[in-house]
């Protein structure tokens, strides 16, 4: 089955990705996954629209794995799933790899959607919530 709920792309590791050792440093691969995440959720609720609603993600933790080191001109694979949606609560799970395969990185994300004006967190929005349900039922 299909997961509208994953996403998957190239990354190309650039010169100000890498530390004086040439390893790419470990905070890239946080801004990567952010990068994946918003990617992930623009195919279901754009920023734009977030915004018009006065609404917003926000991330509260945080827990990377760093496997092995990548270096530059290595081709590098990264994926990203939702894993978990509840009343106020989203989840993400990420994985880099390179070399076919071998894992570099795998991290889980949490958050929750906040009111832009009160900063408090928010129901995840419903057109969220509805394809997430619909998701989990065909799952």
């Known amino acids: 089955m299909n997961n509208p709920f994953f ?7 650039q010169g100000y990705d ?3 050792g040439g390893v790419v440093s470990n905070i890239v691969y946080i801004r990567w ?3 994946l995440r918003t ?4 195919e279901h609720y754009p920023i734009e ?8 993600p926000v991330v509260n933790k945080t827990h990377a794995h760093y496997k092995r080191p990548s ?5 590098l694979k990264a994926g990203i799933r ?4 509840e009343k106020v609560r989203w989840e993400v799970e990420a994985e880099i790899t390179k070399d076919g395969g071998k894992t570099v990185f795998t991290a889980v994300q949490s958050g929750a959607f906040v009111d832009l004006k009160s900063g408090r967190p928010v129901t995840v929005p419903s ?6 349900a619909e998701f989990r039922k065909e799952a």
């Open 49 to 56: 629209l977030m915004a018009e609603d006065g609404i917003a």
């Open 7 to 13: 996403l998957e792309k190239e990354i190309v590791i």
């Open 82 to 85: 939702i894993t978990m949606l």
């Open 71 to 75: 270096l530059f001109g290595d081709s």
């Open 127 to 132: 057109v969220l919530a509805e394809k997430w």
């Open 33 to 35: 996954m952010d990068d």
């Open 18 to 20: 890498i530390d004086y």
């Open 39 to 42: 990617a992930l959720l623009k």
